[in-house]
C-alpha cells in the first residue's frame, strides 16, 4: 500500500461542495487564500458552478476536482443533471431531480446512463476551463455498489485522474484495490453525525492525532451560517451538512489549536495536483 515518499505525512485540506451556494464558495475561496485549505471539488449540477469555475480560471493554484453528483438530497432546493434529461431518465424523480440519496440511485439508476451523466459533468467543467486534479462522488454515492464503482475507476482512468476512495473501516472490500496513481489517499477523515457541537474543534484535533504515514485527507463542508445556506436547508430533516455544520467546519480549519495539532502530527500541506506528481 505504500508508494514512493509514503513515509512522511502528508495532509490534504480538502472542501467538498463547491458551486453549491455563494455562501459555500465565498467560505471556501477565503479559507484557500488564508492557507487553511488546499483542495476543493465542484458540482457541476449546482447553481453557483459557474461562479467557482471563474475562481478556478484566476487561481490556478487552487487544487480543484470534480464533486460526481448522482444526488439531489435538499428537500427544497434541488437540481437535474447536467445530461439531457431524456437520454438519463433513471436517474431522476418524477420531478426531473436526481434521486434524493445513494439508495435511490442504486435501485434505479442504469450504468451506461451514470456513465454519460459523470462523462457531462467532467466535461462541462473541462469546457468551463477548469483543469481537475482529481474526481471524488457526492454523497459517496458511487462507493455504494460495485457497478457504480467500476464507473468511478474507468472514468478516473479515461480522464487520467486520481480517484477518491476513502480509506475507513467501513470502507467496502472490493473499492479497496490499490493502484498508488489512481488511489493515492491512505486515511480519509470527514465529520459525521455522531459528533457532538460543543466538542467539534476537539474532533478535529483528534482526527490529527490519527494521521497515518502516507496521503491523509480530510474532508469538510464550508459556508457561512447566513440567509442563504439557511434557504438551502430548509426542510431539511436532520443538522447534518446545515449552515450551523458548515459555519463550525469554517471555524474550526482556520483555529489556530488545529493548526498546532497538524503540526504535532508532524503533516505537511499538500494538493491532489503534487500527490499525482509524486506518487
Request: aromatic residues 8%; hydrophobic residues 45%; charged residues 25%.
Amino acid at each position: 500500500m505504500s508508494g514512493a515518499g509514503s513515509d512522511r505525512c502528508r495532509l490534504i485540506l480538502h472542501c467538498d461542495d463547491l458551486g453549491l451556494g455563494h455562501c459555500v464558495n465565498e467560505a471556501a475561496f477565503e479559507a484557500f487564500e488564508a492557507g487553511c485549505l488546499t483542495s476543493g471539488s465542484v458540482m457541476a449540477t449546482c447553481l453557483r458552478f459557474a461562479e467557482v469555475a471563474r475562481y478556478g480560471r484566476s487561481h490556478p493554484g487552487f487544487d480543484l476536482g470534480i464533486h460526481l453528483t448522482l444526488t439531489s438530497e435538499w428537500t427544497r432546493y434541488r437540481w437535474k443533471p447536467v445530461a439531457p434529461l431524456e437520454r438519463v431518465a433513471s436517474l431522476v424523480d418524477a420531478d426531473g431531480c436526481l434521486w434524493p440519496d445513494a439508495d435511490a440511485v442504486v435501485r434505479h439508476a442504469r450504468p451506461e446512463e451514470v456513465r454519460l451523466e459523470l462523462t457531462s459533468q467532467i466535461e462541462a467543467a473541462i469546457e468551463a476551463g477548469i483543469v481537475p486534479t482529481h474526481l471524488d462522488s457526492h454523497m459517496l454515492a458511487l462507493l455504494r455498489h460495485p457497478r457504480l464503482f467500476a464507473i468511478y475507476a474507468g472514468l478516473g482512468a479515461r480522464f487520467s485522474l486520481p480517484i477518491l476512495v476513502p480509506i475507513r473501516s467501513q470502507t467496502e472490500p472490493w473499492a479497496l484495490r490499490r493502484d498508488r496513481r489512481a488511489m493515492p489517499v491512505d486515511r480519509y477523515f470527514a465529520a459525521t453525525k455522531t459528533w457532538r457541537p460543543e466538542r467539534w474543534l476537539d474532533h478535529y484535533v483528534e482526527c490529527a492525532a490519527r494521521f497515518v504515514p502516507g496521503v491523509n485527507q480530510i474532508a469538510v463542508h464550508l459556508a457561512r451560517h447566513d440567509d442563504e445556506m439557511i434557504a438551502i436547508q430548509a426542510g431539511h430533516e436532520t443538522e447534518a451538512w446545515t449552515a450551523a455544520w458548515r459555519q463550525r467546519d469554517f471555524d474550526a480549519i482556520r483555529s489556530e489549536t488545529f493548526s498546532a495539532a497538524i503540526g504535532r502530527a508532524n503533516a505537511t500541506l499538500t494538493t491532489w495536483r503534487e500527490v499525482a506528481r509524486q506518487e
